[in-house]
């Protein structure tokens, strides 16, 4: 069993939304800096790879490495490694040539592409020290996937052991001391109620604990279909189809349609649970529920909906 | 063989092909896609089909065989098929890429000799970079494809491809791999050190990354760098020849998606990107499609007559007629008439996204939603079934 402590996901100071592609991170993301910054507290939602959708979530013109109110106290911005690598010379190094970084960059680049740890460091530094210096109340980082996040966040101990002196090495432990703090940083990890992304949650909480010290403390299981009957009701919608004639008769032959709507949403939400439940069974981490929202709209109007649900489930 | 039709369908195009891609967004269901185009394959076109996938769902693995067994091709029994009334005409075979032993197959391949290959293998940097290293997952995938291809054993080989950041990351593999080994920096890294100490175009970068990472941690990388260098031409010659492949005629794309907002986006993108690198778009597969009959005008009447007809004596008849409760097919019969509209809207939606991607590609197929997983060959042969109607 894993299990959650500490405080409620939006009382912490950094904290990484993960899961498989495809389950909805982005959305969820920017419903909790949302949700956060409606509160009243300063809030940065960060994107780690530049397809956008975190623009898209609040209509907003693309993001840059430099942070942009989208929303009263809601700051958002895309991580970015050459940007990241600018300023932590500045910060750090002091280097003076700051205007010819560009060759610099592009071979700290490739050094980076080859050498573990090295991009991971400089972007999971980034928001360590917006963290550290709290330059905000809450940091959002609408993070890698399930596969590649493990890689991001534990990139301070992969360099810690991999790299014997230099300042890299001597920052990794303040790094260490907020991703370790259960106060401070957290991972919420995304999944729907479905095969690939349970099982993916599943490998992920034990690889989160064992190579990274930085604890998961909450799910989300997103588009999560209503329980409109109970078992009894159930088996009824799966024999309607034997009284198929009589509706057909009652509410014309198109009623196959809303059986088929019927069936089929039924038997995913009974699938659903059942893959919820294999969660459940292995960690008591809290799970907040986001319905499957049956809307038509995208953006602004989904991060709202996913807010408000998230909203009552932290209550 | 190939059936000669006037529109141009998946059979087809699985006869025409011998490799075939299949890439999108993660969780749009490619996995199992690509298994069930290559059950389709194997029973409706023959020959020898072997489906390549990555991180199979564990259920699926068991029921292609290849739970287990990582890197090797693993064949279907017959036994599968019988048990649900099908013979196939050719043969199902299924792999799994294992990244990490994919990665020391390279190297036992491209070393020049035992000491360089020894050495790659045992060094801590290689341990550590396997999994990471220039877009390494992708990589491979294509590099598999080429090896599997240059056997001769296979009539047709699909290739399910890797999870990435960025779809793209599986075009541009072998090219980021050819300039990894082409790059200045890997040559100044790879030079002595002393003489690298006083090359002066490079000592503002030596300086800033001396004190940055520290020049033990350079050295380590340089001396892992040197190893590698020496099967800088075994990797370079090999990523043309996959890059060569990934436009070869023989070669097609099918792009999966759902009609969700994300993935049909990324799709969209990654359709035109492979028309503009001349590569061949084969097909876009819309999976877990809702039935076009909910959007129509009639069944959205047919919803609102069954949630006002179920008081007004339907139910009861209905419940005579199942023998149930009265009460609970009341409620079930007005709850589904008043959330139908709910499904109708989605499906409207992406009966939009389903048009815009049918632009792009000479062929699109719609895949509907299931009622359950795909977990074994019954299942599989379904999709097929509605994949190649």
Not at chain 1, 66 to 92: G, I, K, Q, S
Request: charged content about 25%; some cysteine; aromatic content about 6%.
């Amino acid at each position: 069993m894993i299990s959650g402590a500490g405080p409620s996901i939006l009382e912490r100071r950094l904290v990484f939304v993960t899961g498989k592609g495809g389950v909805g991170k982005t959305s969820v993301a920017a419903a909790l800096a949302h949700l956060s910054a409606s509160r009243g507290r300063r809030t940065l939602v960060c994107e780690m790879d530049a397809k956008g959708s975190l623009a898209d979530a609040f209509d907003a013109p693309p993001l840059a490495f430099a942070e942009r109110e989208v929303e009263p106290n809601l700051f958002a911005m895309a991580m970015n490694t050459e940007d990241a690598l600018r300023e932590y010379l500045r910060l750090f190094v002091k280097v003076p040539f700051l205007g010819k970084i560009g060759p610099l960059a592009r071979t700290f680049d490739f050094v980076a592409d080859a050498a573990p740890g090295v991009k991971e460091i400089l972007t999971i530094g980034k928001f360590c020290w917006e963290a550290k210096e709290h330059n905000y109340d809450l940091i959002v980082v609408d993070a890698e996937a399930t596969g590649h996040i493990v890689a991001q966040i534990g990139a301070p101990l992969v360099i810690r052991d991999m790299v014997q002196v230099g300042l890299v090495r001597d920052q990794t432990d303040w790094m260490l001391e907020v991703l370790h703090d259960p106060t401070m940083t957290g991972v919420a990890v995304v999944t729907t109620p479905e095969e690939m992304p349970v099982t993916e949650t599943l490998g992920l909480l034990d690889r989160l604990a064992a190579e990274t010290g930085v604890e998961a403390t909450t799910l989300i299981a997103n588009r999560v279909l209503p329980a409109l009957f109970d078992r009894r009701q159930s088996a009824i919608v799966d024999r309607l189809g034997d009284a198929e004639d009589l509706l057909v008769d009652a509410a014309g032959k198109n009623v196959r349609a809303v059986l088929d709507a019927a069936h089929i949403t039924e038997a995913r939400r009974w699938i659903g649970s059942g893959h919820l439940s294999r969660l459940r069974e292995h960690t008591d981490l809290p799970m907040l529920m986001v319905p499957e929202l049956f809307t038509r709209a995208t953006g602004p109007r989904v991060v709202s909906l996913v807010a408000e649900a998230l909203a009552e489930e932290l209550e | 063989m190939a059936r000669r039709t006037e529109r141009p369908d998946l059979l087809a195009l699985l006869a025409a092909k011998e490799m075939v891609l299949v890439v999108g967004a993660g969780g749009v269901g490619k996995t199992t896609t690509a298994a069930a185009m290559a059950t389709a394959a194997a029973t409706e076109i023959g020959g020898r089909v072997l489906v390549v996938t990555v991180d199979p769902a564990k259920r699926l693995a068991d029921a292609l065989g290849v739970g287990e067994i990582r890197n090797e091709a693993t064949r279907v029994p017959d036994s599968a098929f019988a048990e649900v009334g099908v013979e196939p005409s050719g043969e199902l075979w299924a792999a799994m890429l294992d990244t990490r032993q994919g990665w020391d197959e390279l190297i036992r391949h491209h070393a020049p000799d035992d000491a360089v290959r020894d050495a790659v293998l045992a060094n801590p940097l290689y341990q550590n970079l396997t999994g990471r290293f220039v877009h390494s997952h992708d990589y491979l995938a294509m590099e598999k494809l080429h090896e599997l291809h240059a056997t001769g054993e296979w009539d047709l080989i699909i290739v399910d491809t890797p999870p990435s950041r960025n779809a793209l990351d599986v075009l541009d593999a072998p090219r980021q791999m050819k300039e990894f080994f082409g790059s200045r920096l890997l040559r100044w890294l790879t030079v002595p050190y002393r003489s690298r100490l006083f090359t002066v175009a490079s000592r503002p970068f030596y300086q800033v990354a001396d004190r940055v990472l520290g020049s033990r941690f350079l050295q380590d990388i340089a001396e892992f760098f040197i190893l590698f260098q020496a099967m800088e031409r075994g990797f370079v010659d090999h990523a043309n020849e996959v890059e060569r492949l990934l436009g070869d005629h023989r070669t097609t794309f099918v792009v999966v998606s759902t009609l969700e907002a994300a993935p049909s986006h990324e799709a969209m993108f990654l359709s035109r990107e492979l028309l503009r690198r001349d590569m061949h778009l084969g097909a876009i597969i819309a999976n877990r499609v809702m039935p076009t009959s909910f959007m129509a005008r009639a069944s959205a009447t047919s919803a609102r007559k069954l949630a006002r007809l179920a008081g007004d004596g339907l139910a009861a008849e209905v419940a005579e007629e199942l023998d149930v409760d009265e009460g609970a097919t009341e409620a079930v019969l007005t709850e589904i008439g008043e959330r139908f509209h709910q499904v109708a809207v989605v499906a409207t939606r992406e009966a939009e996204r389903r048009a815009e991607l049918a632009d792009l590609s000479p062929l699109l197929v719609a895949a509907p939603m299931l009622d359950h997983d795909i977990n074994d060959v019954h299942d599989l042969l379904q999709l097929a079934g509605h994949l190649v109607p």
